[in-house]
């Protein structure tokens, strides 16, 4: 492990630096903006970076080795615990919105939850690094190992709250233009001011959203999901690492097709990374999804493309303030059943429609990765060639080469992973 380290501290570096600068906004006046929430990542890197490796030489010092069977014991009550907090959480809500409540009722919720915070804190160098144990496994059972028979970048990531990403669209169309971080505890007041500045004084559409894990290094993955989803998302993160080193990651910010070629590829195989280390830990393979609904209940995904096509049209049409009332109205509606979406503009689909599975989304790269993976032996081949091309046309080509055809068909599904 040290002479790892030490061979591969320049590159681990490099990787930290340039990852931790993507997404820089560089449009001063929005910077104005969003200067009272910047999110420090120079602060969080210094925090965490060395630290983290610090744990792992530790770690495998004599003494300090702990066997495989006791690092999946501390999984399991890590996220046991997390379940407690998750719980402990809707009761301090609960007490909250009770109108009957003492402070004395509502003091003891909080202070419990407290409580339960504090042991997840003190456990999540252990999980952290019994996780990343078990998903290198994977990793290198997949072909994913470097020439000298190491896994890299090593999987490296850190239980903290993520932080929030802004979003910058135009008005007249869905499109990216720019993107910044801010912090986590942001309230919705906060958050709405920020995007009504941008919106009056840019004529730009803004939208402050939740992330469901970050790739800095080591990654941001919060304490708040069960362990299936944390090593999907893990697994995530790591792949956008991985392909950092390749084409597919150098052009990510190349042309909107390279990142949502980049963000779906990691999104696909970041499940099936993460389900097989689930397997692997727990001995269970992972629960299929579920049924879909009875006849004639709402169908998400239907009702959000349905309302992504109709606001490309009214915008393709010039019709701007009109396409702004009917993502108004389609946004109660989800709310009506279910869905809360706190606002629903073009920026979201600009963020959202980066994923190519979800129904945000108008791309047809999801059902061109699908195909892919079909033809692909294992999902360590499937990232292998996924990851070598630099272009949207070269991965087309490939396409052609193994015999797909390229094209729009996909089914449409609502994730959960990086983007909320």
């Not at 490099?14 to 602060?43: C, E, F, H, K, M």
Request: aromatic share 10%.
């Amino acid at each position: 492990m040290l002479r790892f380290l030490r061979d591969h501290a320049f590159a681990i570096a490099v990787l930290t630096l340039l990852l931790t600068s993507r997404g820089d906004l560089r449009l001063t006046p929005i910077q104005q903006a969003v200067a009272p929430y910047n999110y420090d990542l120079v602060t969080w890197e210094a925090r965490h970076f060395m630290g983290k490796w610090w744990y792992k030489v530790w770690d495998v010092l004599p003494g300090g080795h702990r066997d495989r069977e006791g690092r999946r014991d501390s999984i399991r009550r890590f996220f046991d615990l997390v379940a407690q907090v998750n719980g402990q959480s809707g009761e301090v809500q609960r007490v909250a919105s009770s109108p009957v409540h003492t402070p004395l009722e509502l003091a003891a919720a909080e202070a419990r939850l407290e409580e339960l915070r504090a042991r997840l804190r003190s456990q999540g160098a252990r999980v952290e690094e019994a996780l990343e144990g078990e998903l290198s496994s994977v990793l290198g059972a997949q072909g994913l190992k470097s020439r000298i028979a190491m896994v890299f970048p090593p999987v490296d990531f850190a239980f903290d709250p993520t932080p929030k990403l802004l979003i910058v669209s135009p008005r007249d169309r869905i499109e990216t233009q720019g993107t910044a971080l801010l912090r986590p505890n942001m309230t919705v007041e906060q958050m709405e001011g920020v995007e009504g500045r941008i919106l009056r004084r840019e004529d730009l559409s803004a939208l402050v959203d939740d992330t469901g894990g970050v790739a800095t290094y080591p990654s941001v993955i919060p304490p708040s999901y069960d362990l299936r989803t944390t090593l999907q998302i893990v697994a995530h993160e790591w792949l956008h690492q991985f392909f950092f080193f390749r084409p597919l990651g150098r052009h990510m910010s190349s042309s909107p097709e390279m990142t949502t070629l980049n963000e779906t590829a990691a999104d696909m195989a970041g499940r099936e990374l993460g389900d097989l280390a689930y397997e692997a830990i727990t001995g269970r393979k992972p629960e299929p999804p579920g049924p879909p609904g009875p006849p004639g209940a709402f169908d998400f995904s239907r009702e959000m493309r349905a309302t992504r096509l109709r606001t490309d049209e009214l915008l393709a049409q010039g019709r701007i303030e009109e396409a702004e009332r009917y993502m108004e109205e389609r946004r109660q509606l989800f709310v009506q059943n279910g869905y809360y979406i706190r606002k629903l503009n073009q920026a979201y689909f600009a963020f959202h429609g980066t994923y190519a599975e979800s129904a945000a989304s108008v791309s047809p790269i999801a059902g061109e990765l699908q195909q892919l993976r079909k033809e692909s032996g294992s999902v360590g081949e499937f990232i292998r060639r996924v990851a070598r091309f630099g272009s949207y046309e070269a991965f087309k080509q490939g396409l052609g080469v193994a015999g797909i055809e390229p094209g729009p068909s996909y089914h449409p599904r609502l994730l959960f992973l990086e983007a909320p």
